[in-house]
Structures are given as C-alpha cells and as structure tokens.
C-alpha cells in the first residue's frame, strides 16, 4: 500500500504569477510554441468536486471528508471563465472541453455553457463545445445542457459488468444508469458521444472485448484510454498499464480491425474501424505512444491557474491577473508569451525514464486540473 499522499490544492504549490510583456500586441488567432505546436484547445476544469471515488483518479483513502475541497471563492466565476475563453479564442483556440471533478456538479452549469457558446472564432465559426462527464446527471441535464449550445458530450464508463464498475467508482453506482444518461443524450443530439473507458490491468480489462462488443454497430464511439501516471495519489505502476496494442490485438482476435486515418492533426485517439463496416474505436496511448508532438491543448484549473501540460507541477495564476486589476490586453499577451516559451512534452521524455517520473510526488491531481 502506498503512503498516503494529501494532494496538492491551489495553497499546497507556488503558482507564479504571469509577466505581463512589454510589447502588448493584439492577438492574430495563432500563436505557437517552441515546437511549432498552435493552441487550438482549452480544457475549463469547473469544479475540483466529484459524486464518484475512481479508484484510479480520486482514491476514497485520499479524497476523503478530510480532504480540502477548494473553497467557493477560490473557484472562478462564469464571468472570469468567459474573459479567460474569449482571450483564448482570439489567439486560436476553437475546441472547449468542461471537465473537473464532475462538470454537471458546477451549479448553473447551463449558464456558462450558454455564455460560452456565444464565443466565435476570429473567422466568425461556432466553438466545438464539449464536456466530459461520468455520466451520473447526464439524463436530468442532457436536455438543458442542448439547450444551453452544447454541441456534444463524451462519457467514462469503464466496464458493463455492475461488480467491476461499482469497484472502480467506488460509490455503488449502478452502469444501467450511467447507460441510460448516454443514450437519452443521444436522442437529444448531444452526439456524436464518445464513451471513455480507462483500462486497469487486473481491474477492468476482462471488460475489453464484451464493451468493444456492445458498442460495437452502435451511435456510441468507444475510446480505450492507458491507465496514465497523473497526480500523485492514484499509487499508479507500469504493470498496471495495458498498452493499446494489447487492447487492439485482444478485439481484432475476435472482431477484426484496420487502422484509419485521424480526423484531425493532433487528434489524441488513434482509430480504427471493424473490418465488416460496423463502427470504429480509438485508442489513446498516452502511456506507450506519446503525443506531445502534436498537443495543443491548455488547461485551466478551477481556480485559474493555467497548466500547458496535463503533467505539469505547477500552473499559472491568470486569476491573480483578472482579480488583480489587469487589462484583457495585457492578460492577452501574458497568455501568448506563456504559449510561445512553452516546451513541455513530459509523456514523450517519461518513456524513457517512467520510473523516476512516476514517482514525482508533486504532480496535480487529474480532478484538479481537468481531465
Ligand atoms: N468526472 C468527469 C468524468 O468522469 O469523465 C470528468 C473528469 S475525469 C478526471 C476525465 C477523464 O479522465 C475520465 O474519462 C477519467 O476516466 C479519466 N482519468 C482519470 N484518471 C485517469 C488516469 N489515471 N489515467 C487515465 N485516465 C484517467
């Protein structure tokens, strides 16, 4: 059993505070990083809060009713989010994901996404506007969550057998509601809904193929995602990581599949389709095949701080900007210089060196920083 690690909140980690630069120039709706990598994505983590204690991301022995929630003030307001997503649309970005923590926990959600679906691009086109929920609410909120511009939603769901699921979210819910949420939001359009599946060897990967098999010829696109060293309290270990290969070879063996190409540069999932025409699935190997090279996601904690990398130790703080008096222009060009000295690619040097990385005790928590 691991020690037992208290997880880093916004007053555990020196944030530093970004330099405003000298030059304040006007964003052109690009701007890239030391790689050549553009910021095309922005993940909006919008409570640190969950309803479910994944083993693998919020442990029950750490996320317990001891553990120090960030406090209402902390959080950023809807208004403070939109300053944030507008600055960053206008230097590129064009996909926004919700995520936390639970997202459908974060009061009114219904209200931010309505405000952020009045974004546009400097070319005039509508946001993708997404949300990654475990799907607990799904079925109460679909409705207003369309309502409110939502364009679609991807749901975790990590096995169809009640035993195993009810063991990874560890608080005895049920995978018929999980389900039903899925497919009442298909019926009101929040589709095309990707279905995650975090794969734990000894845990869920019995579950393989029978989830590969009921999505299989469905609206659903199934997504195997490697079990990822992220955080610090999740006691995570290579033996536990099932490569995509070994997910893609145990469904072929049954139902054969071909690679195909990505819909998009930069796109995390590699897809590949049955070969009798019946769907697809992805795989993301963020363990075994990094995708640095092609990242241009950000990710803003629930408190502001900004995080170029999902591994990152520490953020950002653009809330000390905008609670500190600072023009949108100047937190504007703060954004962009931070954008351009960006280097991070700590999944492709991790391969390398993951014992020693995996043992940082440092790292942000997933539910902090948005998965
Ligand atoms: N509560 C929402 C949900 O369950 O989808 C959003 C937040 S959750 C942190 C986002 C995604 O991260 C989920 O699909 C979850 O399974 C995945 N995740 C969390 N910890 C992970 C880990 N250690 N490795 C791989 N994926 C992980």
């Known amino acids: 059993m691991p020690e037992k690690i208290i997880p880093v909140a916004d007053h555990r980690h020196i944030h530093p505070v970004p330099t405003i630069p000298a030059d304040i120039d006007t964003p052109t709706g690009s701007v890239t990083d030391v790689f050549a990598r553009p910021l095309r994505d922005l993940r909006i983590s919008v409570t640190d809060r969950c309803n ?3 083993v693998y991301c919020m442990p029950k022995d750490v996320f317990d ?4 929630f960030l406090p209402q003030t902390s959080l950023l307001t809807f208004e403070e989010i939109i300053r944030i997503a507008r600055i960053f649309v206008a230097h590129g970005v064009e996909k926004i994901r919700l995520t936390g923590g639970e997202p459908l926990l974060r ?8 405000m952020l679906s009045a974004l546009k691009t400097p070319d005039g086109r509508e946001l993708d506007l997404t949300l990654t929920t475990n799907g607990s609410l799904l079925a109460k909120k679909a409705q ?4 409110a511009g939502l364009k679609r939603v991807t749901v975790s769901l990590d096995s169809l057998d ?5 063991r990874m ?8 509601d999980v389900l039903h949420g899925m497919n009442v939001a298909h019926h009101i359009g929040l589709g095309p809904i990707k279905v995650n599946m975090v794969v ?3 845990m ?31 006691g995570w270990k290579m033996d536990d990581v099932i490569p995509s290969a070994e997910v893609v070879r145990r469904i072929s063996e049954q139902m054969p599949l071909a690679e195909i190409e990505p819909n998009y540069t930069g796109e995390t999932a590699e897809r590949w389709r049955y070969v009798d025409g019946s769907g697809e699935i992805g795989v993301i190997s963020s363990v075994t095949q990094a995708f640095c090279g092609s990242c241009t996601r950000a990710r803003l904690s629930t408190e502001g701080k900004l995080y170029t990398c999902l591994f990152a130790t520490s953020g950002h703080d653009l809330r000390a900007l905008l609670r500190g008096g600072r023009s949108d222009e100047e937190i504007s060009a703060a954004v962009a210089h931070l954008w351009r000295a960006r280097s991070d690619r700590y999944s492709a040097l991790r391969t390398a060196n993951t014992d020693n990385i995996a043992n940082a005790t440092k790292r942000v928590e997933m539910s902090y920083i948005g998965g």
Do not use: W
């Open 52 to 54: 479910f204690r994944c």
């Open 65 to 68: 009713k001891n553990y120090a």
């Open 144 to 147: 207003s969550l369309k309502d």
């Open 200 to 202: 734990k060897g000894g």
């Open 169 to 176: 979210n560890d608080v005895d819910f049920p995978v018929a």
């Open 107 to 114: 009061k009114n959600i219904e209200k931010l996404i309505d």
């Open 162 to 166: 009640d035993t195993t699921f009810k």
């Open 204 to 234: 869920n990967d019995q579950e393989i193929v029978p989830m590969a098999r009921h999505f299989k010829d469905s609206p659903f696109i199934l997504r195997f995602i490697e079990y990822m060293d992220v955080g610090a309290s999740n």
